[in-house]
Nanobody
Framework: QVQLVESGGGLVQAGGSLRLSCAASGRTFSDYAMGWFRQAPGKVREFVAGITWTDGITHYAGSVKGRLTISRDNAKNTVHLQMDSLKPEDTAVYYC????????????????WGQGTQVTVSS
């Protein structure tokens, strides 16, 4: 059974940093892509960043490029999202997701999801 477990969310002031982690288990993820999405109240779930397990190719949404960095630790089956220079508009529940193949921005094309972790950025 595939499990994705996020951790690392919390409350931070604008300009601060947080590091989210997603621990994956239950199968081999070598041919999979991992994505981070976020959803704020009343808004649609949006793509934030993605990475492929095998070659580490990364993709970012324009709104976070240069501030957020996605990485993976193959030995620990864990994906991280380093978030720097946080803004109040980054406030959302952040989800980790997995799909076979390449990174895509459409949330409905991902097969597995974590439970989410809340990130709140105060002004």
């Amino acid at each position: 059974q595939v499990q994705l477990v996020e951790s690392g969310g919390g409350l931070v002031q604008a300009g601060g940093s947080l590091r989210l982690s997603c621990a994956a288990s239950g199968r081999t993820f070598s041919d999979y892509a991992m994505g981070w999405f976020r959803q704020a109240p009343g808004k649609v779930r949006e793509f934030v960043a993605g990475i492929t397990w095998t070659d580490g190719i990364t993709h970012y949404a324009g709104s976070v490029k240069g501030r957020l960095t996605i990485s993976r630790d193959n030995a620990k089956n864990t994906v991280h999202l380093q978030m720097d220079s946080l803004k109040p508009e980054d406030t959302a529940v952040y989800y980790c997701a997995a799909r076979w193949g390449t990174v895509v921005a459409n949330w409905f094309r991902y097969d597995y999801w974590g439970q989410g972790t809340q990130v709140t950025v105060s002004s």
